[in-house]
């Protein structure tokens, strides 16, 4: 079956340091790719999204890459803040409209102070 | 812009009794909403699609009998557990899609169930 999955489950970065959080995806047919960050006991809070006919974008302070050919996506956070401690799941949508998202499992980033 | 609200943010109950959960879009309306279900450290599991004006759709293995699931409007959709019982204690998440935007679910804060 289809799956998103992500390559680390923690991720630990030092205060200032750039971090990068990967996801890999199977579903060749997917166009929609969104990454959100969730704090505990909260709700996921989106971040960025891109489509398929994108390779890159930014946002402030994070890019998002997407590699079609290895079927690869990935989070890039500059100059890290405490604040940017939580879980960050990749999610994708196979379709443009009302279809549902496939979440990853997640991926727990620590700043280090 | 984009605020998904969800009403109460936690509730405690007994076990049998029915739970109601509110989710609202506060500046957007949404003709779409999707309903999550979270257990600790792991990821969101889709429960099921509200659509406005229409019957929910359940994903596989979810009880639409013990879920039941009304969108009423274009800005709230309600989710109701019925008889809950202890294992259906878990952090529920609404999303809502705007209908005048772009493809992006935007998330409710959570509401955490415990069922005693």
């Known amino acids: 079956g289809e799956s998103v999955g992500l390559h680390l489950p923690t991720l630990s970065v030092q205060e200032g340091d750039n971090s990068i959080i990967n996801c890999a995806y199977s579903?060749?047919?997917?166009?929609?790719f969104i990454w959100y960050k969730q704090e505990s006991g909260k709700g996921p809070q989106f971040i960025i999204d891109?489509?398929?006919?994108?390779d890159k974008r930014q946002g402030q302070r994070v890019t998002v890459l997407l590699n079609k050919t290895v079927k690869h996506l990935s989070l890039q956070i500059a100059a890290t803040q405490p604040g940017d401690s939580a879980v960050y799941f990749c999610?994708?949508?196979?379709?443009?409209?009302?279809?549902?998202?496939?979440f990853g499992t997640g991926t727990r980033l620590t700043i280090i102070p | 812009g984009a605020v998904v609200s969800q009403h109460p943010s936690w509730v405690i109950c007994k076990s049998g009794t029915s739970v109601k959960i509110e989710c609202r879009s506060l500046?957007?309306?949404?003709?779409?909403m999707f309903w999550y279900r979270q257990f600790p450290k792991q990821s969101l599991m889709l429960m099921a699609t509200?659509?406005?004006?229409?019957?929910?759709?359940?994903e596989q293995g979810v009880e639409k009998d013990k879920f039941l699931i009304n969108h009423a409007s274009l800005t709230l959709s309600t989710l109701t557990v019925t008889s809950a019982h202890p294992e259906d204690s878990s952090f529920y998440i609404c999303?809502?899609?705007?209908?005048?935007?772009?493809?992006?679910?935007?998330f409710g804060p959570g509401t955490r169930l415990t069922v005693l």
């Open positions: 999303s809502a899609r705007d209908s005048a935007g772009p493809d992006t679910q935007y």
């Open positions: 891109i489509r398929s006919n994108m």
């Open positions: 999610a994708e949508n196979p379709n443009f409209g009302n279809e549902k998202l496939t």
């Open positions: 509200s659509n406005e004006g229409s019957k929910a759709t359940y």
């Open positions: 579903n060749s047919a997917s166009d929609y």
């Open positions: 500046d957007f309306q949404a003709t779409t």
